[in-house]
């Protein structure tokens, strides 16, 4: 059972720069692929960004393509999402999770979330 928790959240003027971290319980999670989803207020959760358990593979949603990257780190069980140029439209509750089988589309374990609020 692999347990993941978030950090990093916090507010943010537009144009401004977070970093969010996830730490996985279990060395485990290097077989995974690892991804951001978010969720803001009155809308569904939509996935950010995915990367491949070799790490040689990462995908991002269109809104976010050019502003956020994401990278792992295996030895420490750790994935990231460095978010630049933020917007108010980036609000939201960013969850991280973990996917064995697919490329993101069916994490079978989820973080509990950050917030992130882009405002000035």
């Known amino acids: 059972q692999l347990q993941l928790v978030e950090s990093g959240g916090g507010l943010v003027q537009p144009g401004g720069s977070l970093r969010l971290s996830c730490t996985v319980s279990?060395?485990?999670?290097?077989?995974?692929?690892l991804g951001w989803f978010r969720q803001a207020p009155g809308k569904e959760r939509e996935g950010v960004s995915c990367?491949?358990?070799?790490?040689?593979?990462?995908s991002y949603a269109n809104s976010v393509k050019g502003r956020f990257t994401i990278s792992r780190d295996n030895a420490k069980n750790m994935v990231f999402l460095h978010m630049n140029d933020l917007k108010p439209e980036d609000t939201a509750v960013y969850y991280c999770?973990?996917?064995?089988?697919?490329?993101?589309?069916?994490?079978?374990?989820w973080g509990r979330g950050t917030q992130v609020t882009v405002s000035s």
């Open positions: 999770a973990a996917d064995l089988f697919y490329f993101c589309s069916a994490p079978g374990y």
């Open positions: 279990d060395s485990s999670v290097r077989g995974y692929a």
């Open positions: 990367i491949s358990s070799t790490n040689d593979t990462t």
